[in-house]
C-alpha cells in the first residue's frame, strides 16, 4: 500500500490586500534570505533545517507519524548540540526557527513563541509528556526540563497543524525527543557516546554535557544529561545585568527493548535548579527538583501502527530572593503532579488513504501556598494560600482521514474534542485585616468550570513538480485558561505583582469568567527548490489568526484594586491588571532559503542563508498585542573545507514600536549583531570556538521584558524597581567547546 508519508511543515495565509502588499515587499527580499533563526536571543547562531526528513511507513503503507505540514520546522539532534556552545536555554532554540522568538525569563527558561503566541499557547510535549504550571511566573517551563544537548531532534507544529498533533493550544506545537532508542547488529553489546566541556566569557558560564548508550540489536540503554552554571552577565556598554546567574542540571535514563515490530521504552529522569535569577521578575528561583516516568509502546501491524503513552511527572518548586542582587524573606512555595496518557491508531485503509484516532488524558495537581514570614504584619501570622488543591483535567478525542488523491494532490482532514474540567479549593491570605474580603469572595463562588473545546483541521496540498510544493491549512485551535488565569484571586498590590509569567513588572489578578479562546488560522506555505535540494530552496508561508475570546488583560478597575483610579489611565508607570478575553488577530510572514555558492576542492563549500520575519498582532477593540517580535532577520555565510566548518551571521532587528497599552510595555530600537562561528573535527575530537556579538553592541531585547533589579527609585519600601528600562542583550563574548567521542 503505497501511501506516502510526506515532507517538512510550512505554513501561511490567504491574506487581505492588507497583507498582501507588506508580505509582496518582504519577498522582493526573498533571493538573498535562506532559512534560520529568530533573533530574540541575539547571541545564537541558528541552523535550522528548511525541509525535515520524510518519515517511514508502516508495513500497511500508513505514515508512522502525523502529516508534516509544510511550514513545520525541525531541529535537529546536531544543531541543539551545537547550540550549547552559545546557550543553555533549550527555550532560546526555539528562536531559530522561521517565526520563532524566546520571551526573556531565567538563563535557562525563556518562553518560547511562535508567530506572535507565546507561553502557554505554545504547547511543548517531550517523548510525549506535557508539563502544566508549577509557578506563578512560569519559571519552569517545559523546555527547561532538558539541557540543549538533550535534544535529540524537535518539530514545530504551526497553528494549522493536524489535530492528532495535539490539542488545548492555539499558536504551536513543540514535540521534543530525548534519548530516542539505538540499537547496534548483532548480540554483542557495544557502547558509543560522547562528552563536552564548554566556556562563555560573557558570564563566566561553563558546564558538561554527557551522553551514552550501550546497544545491540534489540536493547538499547541511554543516558543523557548535563549541568551548566553561569554569573550575571554584561551589556554592551558594559553593566553588568544583575539577577541573571544561574544553575542548572538535567538527566534522563532510557531504556528499550524491541520485539520484532514491537518498541517498548521506559525513560525516568529529573531536574535540579539550585538557584537561577530572574531580572524581568520580582523574584529568584531558589530551589527546583523534580522526577519523572514515562513508558513508550510502539507496534507496526499488517493495519498500520499503533502507539501509546504513560506518564507521570512531579515537581518541587521555591522562589525567594538571591543575594547580593536581590534582598529580603519571602519564600513561595508550589507542588505540581501530572499525569497523563496518550493512545494513537494509524490505519492504512487503501492505497490512497490513511485515517487517525486518537485519544488523550492530561492530569495536573497544583498547590501554590506562601509560608508567613516570621515578625511581618503584612506577611503573616497566617499562610497565604494561592491555589488550593487545583485540578485540570483534560480529556481529549480525535479523528483524522489523510487522503491521498494522486501523486500531485493530498488533502488531511481532522476533529477533536477537548473536555477540560478544572477546580480548585478555598483560598486565605496572610491575615483577615489585609486579606480577608478578598478571600471571602472568591471563596462563595464556585470554581468549578467545564470547557468543551472542539477543535477542526484541514490542509490541502499541491506538489507541481519535483521543484515547488503549495500547501493551504485552514484550522480552529482552542486553549483553556491556566490556573492562575482563572483561580489567582488577591488584589493586594504584592500579591498581584507576585503573578505573572510576561516579565513586565505588572501585577495580575484572575477571573472566574474567563472562556477558552479559539484561534481560526489560515495559512498558506510556497516552497521552490533545485530538484536534488542541494544548490538552493525558498520557502514563503503568510499567515492569518482571528482569536475568539483571547486571553489577554485590562486594567484592574475592582473596587479593591490598588492605586485607583490612576491605574485606569497611567502610561509611564507599572499598573495591576485583571485577566479579560477579547477578540483579537495576528498576521505574519515568514520568509527561509538558502543558496550554494561554490563547491571546489580547493576552497571548499560556501553557502548562504537567511530568513527574514513579520509579525503584527492586535485587539479589536485597537490594543496592540504584548510582545509581538518586530521585523527581524539573518543573513550568514557557511563555509567547510576538510575538518574545518565555520559561520559568519548577521542578524538585523527593527526598532519595536507597537507595544501593548494596557500593560505599559516599553519600546526598543533597532540593532544589528555579528556573529562568528568555527570547529574542527579530527577522529573522535571535536573543538568548536565562537565570538557572540562581535563588536560589542549594547541593544535592548524585544522581549526581554521590564528590568527590575539594575534601575530603582526610592519608595516606601526603601526603594521599588524603576518603570521605563528594558532588558539589555548580552554583549560580546568568546565561547569555547570540546567534544570527546567514544
Not at 520 to 544: C, G, M, N, Q
Not at 553 to 577: E, K
Not at 653 to 680: C, D, G, I, M, P
Request: proline share 4%.
Amino acid at each position: 500500500m503505497p501511501i506516502q508519508s510526506r515532507n517538512t511543515l510550512r505554513r501561511a495565509l490567504h491574506l487581505t490586500s492588507a497583507l498582501v502588499r507588506p508580505s509582496l515587499a518582504i519577498l522582493c527580499m526573498a533571493p538573498l534570505l535562506t532559512f534560520g533563526a529568530r533573533a530574540q536571543t541575539a547571541v545564537e547562531l541558528p541552523t535550522i533545517v528548511v525541509r525535515p526528513e520524510t518519515p517511514s511507513t508502516t508495513a500497511g503503507g500508513a505514515s508512522d507519524g502525523p502529516f508534516t505540514p509544510a511550514d513545520t520546522a525541525t531541529i535537529s539532534g546536531v544543531q541543539a548540540q551545537g547550540a550549547t556552545l552559545s546557550t543553555s536555554d533549550s527555550g532560546s532554540l526555539i528562536s531559530r526557527i522561521p517565526g520563532g522568538a524566546a520571551w526573556g525569563a531565567g538563563g535557562v527558561s525563556s518562553l518560547p513563541a511562535v508567530n506572535g503566541m507565546g507561553a502557554d499557547r505554545v504547547q511543548v510535549s517531550i517523548n510525549g509528556m506535557l508539563f502544566g504550571l508549577a509557578c506563578p511566573n512560569e519559571m519552569n517551563p517545559p523546555l527547561s526540563f532538558v539541557n540543549p544537548a538533550m535534544i535529540a531532534g524537535a518539530r514545530v507544529y504551526m497553528g494549522t497543524a493536524p489535530v492528532s498533533v495535539g490539542g488545548d493550544y492555539t499558536g504551536a506545537k513543540v514535540d521534543v525527543s530525548v534519548a530516542p532508542a539505538q540499537f547496534t547488529p548483532g548480540q554483542a553489546l557495544t557502547t558509543h557516546g560522547s562528552v563536552s566541556g564548554f566556556f562563555r566569557s560573557n558570564g563566566d558560564g561553563y558546564g558538561v554535557d554527557a551522553n551514552v548508550t550501550v546497544s545491540n540489536e534489540d536493547t538499547s540503554v541511554t543516558y543523557t544529561g548535563g549541568w551548566a552554571r553561569a554569573s550575571d552577565y554584561t551589556a554592551g556598554d558594559g553593566t553588568t545585568i544583575k539577577s541573571t546567574m544561574y544553575e542548572t542540571q538535567n538527566h534522563a535514563l532510557s531504556v528499550s527493548k524491541k520485539l520484532q515490530d514491537q518498541l517498548f521504552t521506559f525513560q525516568i529522569g529529573g531536574q535540579f535548579i539550585p538557584s537561577e535569577g530572574y531580572v524581568n521578575q520580582y523574584m529568584d528561583l531558589v530551589e527546583n527538583k523534580s522526577i519523572f516516568g514515562n513508558a513508550r509502546y510502539e507496534g507496526l501491524f499488517d493495519w498500520g501502527k499503533l502507539e501509546a503513552t504513560v506518564f507521570a511527572n512531579r515537581v518541587r518548586h521555591t522562589m525567594g530572593f538571591i543575594e547580593p542582587d536581590k534582598s529580603g524573606d519571602m519564600p513561595m512555595d508550589t507542588r505540581s503532579t501530572d499525569l497523563g496518557y496518550a493512545v494513537k491508531g494509524t490505519f492504512g485503509v487503501s492505497a490512497h488513504d490513511v485515517i487517525r484516532l486518537g485519544n488523550e488524558l492530561y492530569y495536573n495537581n497544583l498547590d501554590d501556598w506562601w509560608p508567613p514570614v516570621e515578625g511581618s504584619m503584612m506577611m503573616g501570622p497566617d499562610t497565604f494560600i494561592t491555589i488550593n488543591n487545583g485540578q485540570r483535567l483534560r480529556l481529549g478525542t480525535f479523528g483524522e482521514w489523510e487522503r491521498h488523491i494522486d501523486d500531485k494532490w493530498t488533502a488531511v482532514f481532522g476533529l477533536r474534542n477537548d473536555i477540560v474540567w478544572m477546580n480548585t479549593g478555598d483560598v486565605q491570605g496572610y491575615n483577615e485585616m489585609m486579606y480577608g474580603q478578598n478571600a471571602a469572595l472568591f471563596n462563595a463562588q464556585d470554581h468549578a468550570r467545564t470547557d468543551f473545546n472542539v477543535d477542526a483541521s484541514a490542509i490541502l496540498r499541491y506538489e507541481a513538480n519535483e521543484s515547488s510544493l503549495y500547501e493551504l491549512g485552514l484550522a480552529r485551535k482552542t486553549r483553556s485558561p491556566n490556573f492562575y488565569e482563572r483561580y489567582a484571586w488577591s488584589t493586594n498590590a504584592m500579591a498581584m505583582s507576585m503573578i505573572g509569567w510576561f516579565g513586565d513588572g505588572n501585577g495580575y489578578v484572575g477571573n472566574l469568567d474567563l472562556a477558552p479562546e479559539a484561534a481560526h488560522t489560515v495559512s498558506f506555505t510556497a516552497t521552490w527548490h533545485d530538484p536534488a535540494k542541494k544548490v538552493w530552496e525558498l520557502r514563503v508561508s503568510p499567515y492569518y489568526s482571528y482569536v475568539l475570546d483571547y486571553i489577554d488583560a485590562d486594567r484592574c478597575a475592582l473596587s479593591t484594586c490598588p492605586n485607583l483610579p490612576g491605574n485606569l489611565t497611567t502610561t509611564d508607570n507599572f499598573v495591576y491588571l485583571q485577566f479579560a478575553n477579547h477578540d483579537a488577530w495576528l498576521y505574519g510572514v515568514n520568509i527561509d532559503g538558502k543558496l550554494a555558492l561554490w563547491d571546489d576542492a580547493t576552497y571548499g563549500k560556501g553557502a548562504f542563508r537567511g530568513s527574514l520575519n513579520f509579525v503584527q498582532g492586535q485587539r479589536t477593540d485597537g490594543v496592540n498585542l504584548y510582545h509581538m517580535m518586530p521585523l527581524n532577520g539573518v543573513v550568514a555565510i557557511d563555509h567547510s573545507l576538510g575538518h574545518w566548518s565555520s559561520s559568519l551571521e548577521l542578524q538585523l532587528v527593527s526598532s519595536k514600536t507597537l507595544v501593548s497599552q494596557v500593560r505599559n510595555e516599553v519600546e526598543t530600537s533597532a540593532y544589528a549583531l555579528l556573529n562568528f562561528r568555527t570547529s574542527y573535527e579530527l577522529d573522535m575530537v571535536k573543538v568548536d570556538f565562537g565570538v557572540d556579538n562581535i563588536f560589542d553592541t549594547n541593544y535592548d531585547l524585544p522581549l526581554g521584558g521590564a528590568n527590575l533589579v539594575n534601575y530603582q527609585v526610592a519608595s516606601m519600601m526603601g526603594s521599588s524597581a524603576a518603570w521605563g528600562y528594558p532588558v539589555a542583550g548580552m554583549g560580546r563574548s568568546f565561547n569555547t567547546r570540546v567534544t570527546v567521542k567514544f
